[in-house]
């Protein structure tokens, strides 16, 4: 038996790109994000084909036991006064969990459990930050570059945004020149 020295992918921990084969790729605009940001007429002043965060994964394999490996590039920027962010989710399957590492740019990642409690943590380059099963969690870019944070999650969790149609029972908005949290009903 022979045993094989192979290439694995890697990343350039300054920027977050992939060095890999077949990097899958998918741009989250705009026009995406109907329903996320506080203030609609903010949000329909923007172009709907804007980019607002983009994701890119390893092609990994699926099934049981299988993880996925993806970069998200959030792009700085805010709409009405919260800053751009991700759409935010559950797992479908709710009892899996997933780790965020912070590449670069500076922001506050947005967990909340199945009670609506709801809670952030800064997210920075080398932040680690484990998400339990059952915690739904939004990225949230609040700096003046791209914040690119690195996830690993099993390829079985899925995606529910369903059960946030409510929204989050947090938003992080730029009031009185600071970072601010305000607990609302539909964030
Ligand atoms: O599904 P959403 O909420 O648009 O966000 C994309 C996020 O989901 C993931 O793909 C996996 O949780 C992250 O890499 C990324 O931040």
């Given at each position: 038996m022979s045993i094989t020295f192979n290439k694995p992918p890697s990343v350039a921990?300054?920027?977050?790109q992939f060095t890999a084969e077949n990097v899958i790729k998918k741009v989250t605009r705009?026009?995406?994000?109907?329903?996320?940001?506080?203030d609609i007429a903010a949000w329909q002043a923007?172009?709907?084909?804007?980019?607002i965060y983009e994701v890119e994964m390893l092609n990994s394999l699926q099934g049981e036991g299988e993880l996925y490996v993806g970069m998200t590039h959030l792009h700085p920027g805010r709409v009405g006064n919260e800053f751009h962010m991700t759409r935010g989710h559950f797992h479908q399957r709710r009892e899996q969990g997933e780790v965020y590492f912070g590449i670069r740019g500076s922001g506050l990642l947005l967990l909340q459990n199945e009670h609506r409690k709801a809670w952030l943590e800064h997210v920075s380059p080398g932040s680690v930050h484990i998400i339990p099963g059952d915690t739904a969690h939004r990225l949230i870019n609040t700096g003046s570059e791209v914040l690119s944070a690195l996830a690993v999650w099993p390829s079985i969790a899925g995606h529910d945004y369903g059960s946030l149609a409510q929204g989050f029972a947090a938003r992080v908005v730029l009031q009185d020149g600071k970072i601010q949290a305000k607990e609302v009903q539909n964030g």
């Open positions: 921990f300054l920027t977050g705009s026009g995406d994000l109907s329903g996320v940001f506080h923007i172009p709907s084909d804007t980019p």
